[in-house]
Protein backbone atom coordinates (compact mmCIF):
# COMPACT_ATOMS: atom_id res chain seq x y z
CA UNK A 1 0.00 0.00 0.00
CA UNK A 2 1.67 3.53 -1.08
CA UNK A 3 2.21 5.62 2.39
CA UNK A 4 0.94 8.88 1.95
CA UNK A 5 3.17 10.43 4.30
CA UNK A 6 7.21 9.66 5.36
CA UNK A 7 5.82 8.06 8.39
CA UNK A 8 6.11 4.38 8.54
CA UNK A 9 9.92 4.28 6.37
CA UNK A 10 11.50 4.17 9.09
CA UNK A 11 12.68 7.84 9.08
CA UNK A 12 14.15 9.28 13.03
CA UNK A 13 11.96 11.98 14.41
CA UNK A 14 14.77 14.66 13.69
CA UNK A 15 14.36 13.66 10.04
CA UNK A 16 10.52 13.32 9.91
CA UNK A 17 10.88 16.92 12.15
CA UNK A 18 12.68 18.58 9.23
CA UNK A 19 10.57 17.26 6.19
CA UNK A 20 7.54 18.73 7.99
CA UNK A 21 9.17 22.24 8.02
CA UNK A 22 10.53 21.68 4.30
CA UNK A 23 6.92 21.15 3.26
CA UNK A 24 8.45 17.52 2.31
CA UNK A 25 5.12 15.13 2.90
CA UNK A 26 4.05 12.90 0.68
CA UNK A 27 6.72 10.19 -0.41
CA UNK A 28 7.46 9.80 -4.00
CA UNK A 29 7.66 6.34 -5.64
CA UNK A 30 11.67 6.07 -5.22
CA UNK A 31 11.24 7.38 -1.97
CA UNK A 32 9.20 4.72 -0.79
CA UNK A 33 10.59 1.69 -1.91
CA UNK A 34 14.34 3.26 -1.11
CA UNK A 35 13.96 5.31 1.80
CA UNK A 36 13.50 1.83 4.06
CA UNK A 37 15.83 -0.64 2.64
CA UNK A 38 18.29 2.49 2.60
CA UNK A 39 18.21 2.69 6.29
CA UNK A 40 18.36 -0.64 6.68
CA UNK A 41 22.26 -0.55 5.36
CA UNK A 42 21.34 -2.78 1.91
CA UNK A 43 22.48 -1.92 -1.33
CA UNK A 44 20.77 -0.83 -3.96
CA UNK A 45 19.81 0.09 -7.17
CA UNK A 46 17.54 2.67 -8.28
CA UNK A 47 15.90 2.92 -11.64
CA UNK A 48 14.54 6.11 -11.93
CA UNK A 49 13.99 9.38 -14.09
CA UNK A 50 15.01 12.76 -13.79
CA UNK A 51 12.83 14.72 -11.32
CA UNK A 52 11.32 11.64 -8.99
CA UNK A 53 13.03 12.58 -6.47
CA UNK A 54 16.04 10.67 -5.84
CA UNK A 55 18.23 12.85 -3.62
CA UNK A 56 16.01 12.36 -0.67
CA UNK A 57 16.00 8.88 -1.21
CA UNK A 58 19.46 8.19 -0.94
CA UNK A 59 20.07 11.50 1.49
CA UNK A 60 17.61 10.68 4.03
CA UNK A 61 19.07 6.98 4.67
CA UNK A 62 22.78 8.26 4.77
CA UNK A 63 21.92 10.85 6.98
CA UNK A 64 20.36 8.63 9.49
CA UNK A 65 22.67 6.04 9.27
CA UNK A 66 25.73 8.49 9.45
CA UNK A 67 24.20 9.64 12.73
CA UNK A 68 24.92 6.06 14.42
CA UNK A 69 27.91 5.27 12.41
CA UNK A 70 31.59 6.47 12.56
CA UNK A 71 32.89 7.23 9.22
CA UNK A 72 31.90 9.27 6.07
CA UNK A 73 29.16 9.86 3.06
CA UNK A 74 30.46 9.83 -0.41
CA UNK A 75 28.47 10.75 -3.41
CA UNK A 76 29.44 10.76 -6.86
CA UNK A 77 28.24 12.53 -9.44
CA UNK A 78 28.26 13.55 -13.27
CA UNK A 79 28.68 17.24 -13.39
CA UNK A 80 29.69 20.25 -11.23
CA UNK A 81 25.65 21.51 -11.48
CA UNK A 82 24.09 18.75 -10.02
CA UNK A 83 27.01 18.51 -7.19
CA UNK A 84 26.16 21.86 -6.12
CA UNK A 85 22.13 20.73 -6.67
CA UNK A 86 22.67 17.32 -4.20
CA UNK A 87 24.60 19.70 -1.93
CA UNK A 88 21.73 22.28 -1.77
CA UNK A 89 19.24 19.88 -0.53
CA UNK A 90 21.37 17.90 1.60
CA UNK A 91 21.99 21.23 3.63
CA UNK A 92 18.53 21.33 3.93
CA UNK A 93 17.92 18.07 5.23
CA UNK A 94 21.22 18.08 7.85
CA UNK A 95 20.23 22.09 9.18
CA UNK A 96 19.37 20.81 12.78
CA UNK A 97 22.08 18.09 12.82
CA UNK A 98 26.42 18.31 13.19
CA UNK A 99 26.65 16.39 9.99
CA UNK A 100 28.31 18.91 7.31
CA UNK A 101 28.63 18.32 3.66
CA UNK A 102 32.03 19.89 1.19
CA UNK A 103 31.36 19.60 -2.97
CA UNK A 104 34.42 18.83 -4.14
CA UNK A 105 34.43 20.14 -7.91
CA UNK A 106 36.22 20.90 -10.97
CA UNK A 107 36.39 24.79 -11.63
CA UNK A 108 36.32 25.96 -7.84
CA UNK A 109 39.45 26.66 -5.58
CA UNK A 110 40.74 23.91 -4.74
CA UNK A 111 42.73 25.49 -1.54
CA UNK A 112 38.94 26.40 -0.49
CA UNK A 113 37.97 22.70 -0.99
CA UNK A 114 41.15 21.71 0.97
CA UNK A 115 40.26 24.04 4.39
CA UNK A 116 36.88 23.02 3.85
CA UNK A 117 38.05 18.79 3.92
CA UNK A 118 40.48 19.72 7.10
CA UNK A 119 36.98 20.46 8.98
CA UNK A 120 36.43 16.87 8.93
CA UNK A 121 33.09 16.90 6.63
CA UNK A 122 30.83 14.27 7.03
CA UNK A 123 29.46 13.64 3.81
CA UNK A 124 31.44 14.68 0.20
CA UNK A 125 29.67 15.56 -2.56
CA UNK A 126 32.09 14.95 -5.37
CA UNK A 127 32.57 14.92 -9.24
CA UNK A 128 34.91 11.89 -10.19
CA UNK A 129 38.08 14.05 -11.75
CA UNK A 130 37.98 16.31 -9.07
CA UNK A 131 38.23 13.86 -6.17
CA UNK A 132 40.97 11.98 -7.68
CA UNK A 133 42.71 15.92 -7.87
CA UNK A 134 42.08 15.29 -4.10
CA UNK A 135 43.40 11.64 -3.78
CA UNK A 136 46.31 12.10 -6.01
CA UNK A 137 47.76 15.00 -3.87
CA UNK A 138 46.60 13.43 -0.47
CA UNK A 139 44.37 15.99 0.77
CA UNK A 140 42.07 13.66 1.72
CA UNK A 141 41.52 9.43 1.26
CA UNK A 142 38.40 7.62 1.38
CA UNK A 143 39.12 4.48 3.83
CA UNK A 144 36.37 5.68 6.10
CA UNK A 145 33.75 5.89 4.01
CA UNK A 146 30.93 3.42 5.01
CA UNK A 147 28.35 5.20 2.49
CA UNK A 148 28.45 5.77 -1.42
CA UNK A 149 26.40 6.95 -3.59
CA UNK A 150 26.76 6.79 -7.51
CA UNK A 151 24.35 9.25 -8.65
CA UNK A 152 23.23 9.23 -12.69
CA UNK A 153 25.51 6.84 -13.03
CA UNK A 154 24.28 5.77 -16.23
CA UNK A 155 25.36 9.56 -17.72
CA UNK A 156 29.13 9.42 -16.00
CA UNK A 157 29.76 6.03 -18.40
CA UNK A 158 28.53 8.14 -21.06
CA UNK A 159 30.78 11.08 -20.38
CA UNK A 160 33.77 8.55 -20.13
CA UNK A 161 33.91 8.29 -16.30
CA UNK A 162 34.39 4.71 -16.05
CA UNK A 163 38.13 4.59 -15.60
CA UNK A 164 37.39 7.35 -12.98
CA UNK A 165 34.86 5.76 -10.96
CA UNK A 166 37.02 2.47 -11.03
CA UNK A 167 40.07 3.73 -9.55
CA UNK A 168 37.88 5.19 -6.70
CA UNK A 169 36.48 2.27 -5.98
CA UNK A 170 40.37 1.05 -5.46
CA UNK A 171 40.45 3.61 -2.34
CA UNK A 172 37.24 2.32 -0.73
CA UNK A 173 36.63 0.03 1.88
CA UNK A 174 34.94 -3.29 0.76
CA UNK A 175 32.84 -3.50 3.39
CA UNK A 176 30.27 -0.72 2.98
CA UNK A 177 27.04 0.49 1.88
CA UNK A 178 26.86 1.49 -1.96
CA UNK A 179 23.40 3.13 -3.39
CA UNK A 180 23.91 3.47 -7.58
CA UNK A 181 20.80 5.64 -9.30
CA UNK A 182 20.50 5.53 -12.95
CA UNK A 183 17.67 6.78 -15.08
CA UNK A 184 18.44 3.14 -17.47
CA UNK A 185 19.99 0.13 -16.57
CA UNK A 186 22.79 -0.42 -19.58
CA UNK A 187 25.19 -3.67 -19.55
CA UNK A 188 28.17 -1.59 -18.18
CA UNK A 189 25.98 -0.63 -14.90
CA UNK A 190 24.80 -3.90 -14.33
CA UNK A 191 28.61 -5.06 -14.66
CA UNK A 192 29.11 -2.73 -12.19
CA UNK A 193 26.99 -3.57 -9.58
CA UNK A 194 28.41 -7.32 -10.03
CA UNK A 195 31.25 -6.29 -9.09
CA UNK A 196 31.05 -4.02 -6.69
CA UNK A 197 27.96 -4.44 -4.78
CA UNK A 198 26.42 -7.21 -2.17
CA UNK A 199 23.04 -8.31 -2.89
CA UNK A 200 21.71 -5.46 -3.75
CA UNK A 201 18.24 -4.47 -3.93
CA UNK A 202 16.49 -3.06 -6.88
CA UNK A 203 13.86 -0.71 -7.17
CA UNK A 204 12.28 0.27 -10.35
CA UNK A 205 9.82 3.28 -10.69
CA UNK A 206 9.54 3.72 -14.76
CA UNK A 207 10.98 1.78 -17.44
CA UNK A 208 13.78 3.34 -19.58
CA UNK A 209 12.32 5.50 -21.83
CA UNK A 210 9.33 6.36 -20.39
CA UNK A 211 8.54 10.43 -20.30
CA UNK A 212 7.35 12.18 -17.46
CA UNK A 213 3.89 11.59 -16.95
CA UNK A 214 2.81 15.14 -16.75
CA UNK A 215 4.81 16.56 -19.96
CA UNK A 216 3.23 17.09 -23.17
CA UNK A 217 5.01 17.02 -26.70
CA UNK A 218 5.04 18.20 -30.18
CA UNK A 219 7.36 18.20 -32.85
CA UNK A 220 7.35 20.95 -35.70
CA UNK A 221 9.29 19.95 -38.75
CA UNK A 222 11.41 23.26 -39.73
CA UNK A 223 13.81 23.71 -42.06
CA UNK A 224 17.01 24.99 -40.70
CA UNK A 225 17.20 28.65 -41.55
CA UNK A 226 14.00 28.71 -40.08
CA UNK A 227 14.58 27.76 -36.43
CA UNK A 228 15.36 31.03 -35.03
CA UNK A 229 11.94 32.24 -36.49
CA UNK A 230 10.08 29.92 -35.46
CA UNK A 231 11.76 30.00 -32.00
CA UNK A 232 10.39 33.89 -31.51
CA UNK A 233 6.52 32.65 -32.58
CA UNK A 234 6.93 29.57 -29.47
CA UNK A 235 8.76 32.37 -26.92
CA UNK A 236 5.49 34.76 -27.89
CA UNK A 237 3.19 32.12 -27.68
CA UNK A 238 4.09 30.89 -24.21
CA UNK A 239 4.82 32.94 -21.14
CA UNK A 240 6.70 31.28 -18.19
CA UNK A 241 9.83 29.80 -17.91
CA UNK A 242 11.77 28.58 -20.78
CA UNK A 243 15.02 25.44 -21.03
CA UNK A 244 15.65 25.52 -24.16
CA UNK A 245 18.98 22.72 -25.30
CA UNK A 246 21.16 23.19 -28.51
CA UNK A 247 23.32 20.43 -29.66
CA UNK A 248 26.58 22.17 -29.38
CA UNK A 249 28.47 24.87 -26.97
CA UNK A 250 28.85 26.75 -30.11
CA UNK A 251 25.43 26.41 -30.78
CA UNK A 252 24.02 27.78 -27.46
CA UNK A 253 26.25 30.82 -27.21
CA UNK A 254 24.50 31.83 -30.79
CA UNK A 255 21.18 31.37 -29.77
CA UNK A 256 21.93 33.21 -26.87
CA UNK A 257 23.47 36.18 -28.50
CA UNK A 258 20.54 35.88 -31.04
CA UNK A 259 17.36 36.36 -27.93
CA UNK A 260 19.84 38.83 -26.24
CA UNK A 261 19.48 40.89 -29.09
CA UNK A 262 15.74 40.73 -29.25
CA UNK A 263 15.81 41.64 -25.41
CA UNK A 264 14.70 38.18 -23.79
CA UNK A 265 15.94 37.70 -20.85
CA UNK A 266 18.31 35.01 -21.39
CA UNK A 267 21.21 33.23 -19.87
CA UNK A 268 23.47 30.31 -21.25
CA UNK A 269 24.96 27.22 -19.72
CA UNK A 270 27.56 24.88 -21.31
CA UNK A 271 30.96 24.11 -20.75
CA UNK A 272 32.83 26.80 -22.01
CA UNK A 273 31.58 29.20 -19.14
CA UNK A 274 33.00 29.27 -15.81
CA UNK A 275 31.79 27.57 -13.15
CA UNK A 276 30.88 30.80 -11.35
CA UNK A 277 28.84 32.00 -14.75
CA UNK A 278 27.30 29.12 -14.64
CA UNK A 279 25.83 29.07 -10.96
CA UNK A 280 24.93 32.89 -11.99
CA UNK A 281 22.81 31.64 -15.01
CA UNK A 282 21.37 29.07 -12.68
CA UNK A 283 20.48 30.88 -9.80
CA UNK A 284 19.57 33.87 -11.98
CA UNK A 285 16.80 31.24 -13.69
CA UNK A 286 15.67 30.03 -10.47
CA UNK A 287 15.11 33.30 -9.38
CA UNK A 288 13.26 34.62 -11.86
CA UNK A 289 16.48 37.27 -13.28
CA UNK A 290 16.53 35.15 -16.63
CA UNK A 291 13.23 33.83 -18.49
CA UNK A 292 14.92 31.51 -20.92
CA UNK A 293 17.85 28.97 -20.24
CA UNK A 294 20.14 28.09 -23.24
CA UNK A 295 21.96 24.82 -22.35
CA UNK A 296 23.75 21.82 -23.80
CA UNK A 297 23.18 18.43 -22.79
CA UNK A 298 25.87 18.02 -20.07
CA UNK A 299 25.42 21.13 -18.31
CA UNK A 300 21.80 20.35 -18.46
CA UNK A 301 22.31 18.02 -15.65
CA UNK A 302 21.51 18.68 -12.43
CA UNK A 303 18.98 21.56 -13.03
CA UNK A 304 16.31 20.85 -10.62
CA UNK A 305 13.98 24.32 -11.11
CA UNK A 306 10.13 23.41 -10.60
CA UNK A 307 7.46 25.21 -12.84
CA UNK A 308 9.57 25.40 -15.77
CA UNK A 309 6.57 25.62 -18.78
CA UNK A 310 8.18 24.68 -21.74
CA UNK A 311 11.34 22.68 -23.03
CA UNK A 312 12.56 23.18 -26.25
CA UNK A 313 14.74 20.87 -28.20
CA UNK A 314 16.33 23.58 -30.77
CA UNK A 315 18.82 20.87 -31.83
CA UNK A 316 17.18 17.39 -31.14
CA UNK A 317 19.69 15.32 -28.73
CA UNK A 318 22.25 12.97 -29.96
CA UNK A 319 21.07 10.55 -28.32
CA UNK A 320 17.39 9.45 -27.72
CA UNK A 321 17.99 8.33 -24.34
CA UNK A 322 18.75 12.71 -23.84
CA UNK A 323 15.40 13.36 -25.19
CA UNK A 324 13.83 11.53 -22.23
CA UNK A 325 15.88 13.75 -19.73
CA UNK A 326 15.74 16.84 -21.72
CA UNK A 327 11.93 16.86 -21.47
CA UNK A 328 12.16 15.69 -17.87
CA UNK A 329 13.29 19.05 -17.07
CA UNK A 330 9.27 20.28 -16.96
CA UNK A 331 6.48 18.74 -15.29
CA UNK A 332 8.31 18.24 -12.38
CA UNK A 333 7.15 18.35 -8.93
CA UNK A 334 3.35 17.74 -9.96
CA UNK A 335 3.58 20.76 -12.11
CA UNK A 336 2.47 20.43 -15.79
CA UNK A 337 4.87 20.92 -18.27
CA UNK A 338 4.99 20.80 -22.57
CA UNK A 339 7.92 20.48 -24.84
CA UNK A 340 8.66 21.30 -28.06
CA UNK A 341 11.22 19.77 -30.89
CA UNK A 342 12.29 21.52 -33.74
CA UNK A 343 12.93 19.17 -36.21
CA UNK A 344 14.83 19.45 -39.83
CA UNK A 345 13.18 17.85 -42.52
CA UNK A 346 15.88 15.55 -42.83
CA UNK A 347 15.93 14.61 -39.13
CA UNK A 348 12.58 11.79 -39.56
CA UNK A 349 15.25 8.87 -38.53
CA UNK A 350 15.83 10.65 -35.11
CA UNK A 351 12.01 11.04 -34.44
CA UNK A 352 11.33 7.60 -34.94
CA UNK A 353 14.36 6.84 -32.60
CA UNK A 354 13.02 8.48 -29.80
CA UNK A 355 9.27 6.88 -30.88
CA UNK A 356 11.06 3.72 -30.88
CA UNK A 357 12.55 4.40 -26.70
CA UNK A 358 9.56 5.94 -25.26
CA UNK A 359 6.59 2.94 -27.32
CA UNK A 360 4.92 6.10 -28.55
CA UNK A 361 3.94 8.71 -31.45
CA UNK A 362 5.17 12.04 -31.22
CA UNK A 363 2.51 14.62 -32.34
CA UNK A 364 3.47 16.26 -35.25
CA UNK A 365 2.31 20.26 -35.48
CA UNK A 366 1.59 23.27 -38.34
CA UNK A 367 3.09 26.55 -36.82
CA UNK A 368 -0.23 29.31 -38.35
CA UNK A 369 3.08 31.32 -38.66
CA UNK A 370 5.25 28.67 -40.71
CA UNK A 371 4.75 27.60 -44.02
CA UNK A 372 4.37 23.62 -43.21
CA UNK A 373 6.90 21.17 -44.31
CA UNK A 374 7.14 17.77 -44.03
CA UNK A 375 10.02 15.14 -43.72
CA UNK A 376 11.73 13.96 -46.54
CA UNK A 377 12.18 10.49 -48.04
CA UNK A 378 15.55 9.33 -47.30
CA UNK A 379 17.83 9.49 -49.63
CA UNK A 380 20.39 6.84 -50.98
CA UNK A 381 23.21 9.55 -51.28
CA UNK A 382 22.53 13.40 -49.46
CA UNK A 383 24.36 16.26 -51.05
CA UNK A 384 26.24 18.14 -47.96
CA UNK A 385 23.96 20.72 -46.75
CA UNK A 386 24.66 25.00 -48.04
CA UNK A 387 26.31 26.73 -46.17
CA UNK A 388 24.29 29.94 -44.88
CA UNK A 389 24.16 32.35 -41.91
CA UNK A 390 21.52 32.06 -39.60
CA UNK A 391 20.39 34.99 -37.75
CA UNK A 392 16.94 35.70 -35.64
CA UNK A 393 13.97 37.82 -36.86
CA UNK A 394 13.21 41.05 -35.96
CA UNK A 395 10.75 40.36 -32.75
CA UNK A 396 7.39 41.84 -33.60
CA UNK A 397 6.14 45.49 -32.27
CA UNK A 398 3.67 45.39 -29.32
CA UNK A 399 4.70 41.94 -27.64
Request: no cysteine; glycine share 8%; proline share 7%.
Amino acid sequence: MPHTNFFGLGIAPGILDVLHKLRFTVPTPIQQKAIPAGIEGKDIIGIAQTGTGKTLAFGIPMVQRLAQLHGRGLILVPTRELALQVDESLRKLVISSPIRTVVLIGGASMNLQVQALRRHPRIVVATPGRLIDHLEQRTTDLRDVQILVLDEADRMLDMGFAPQIEKIMRHLQPERQTMLFSATMPSEIIRMARSHMKLPVQVEIAPTGTAAEKVTQEVFIVKKEDKSRLLVHLLEQYHGTVLLFSRTKRGAARITRGLRDLRFKVAEIHSDRSLAQRREALEGFKAGKYRILVATDIAARGIDVKGIELVVNYDLPDDAENYIHRIGRTGRAGYEGHAVSLATPDQRGEVHNIENLMRATLPISKHPAMQPVGFEAAPTHRPPPPRHRRSFPPRQRGR
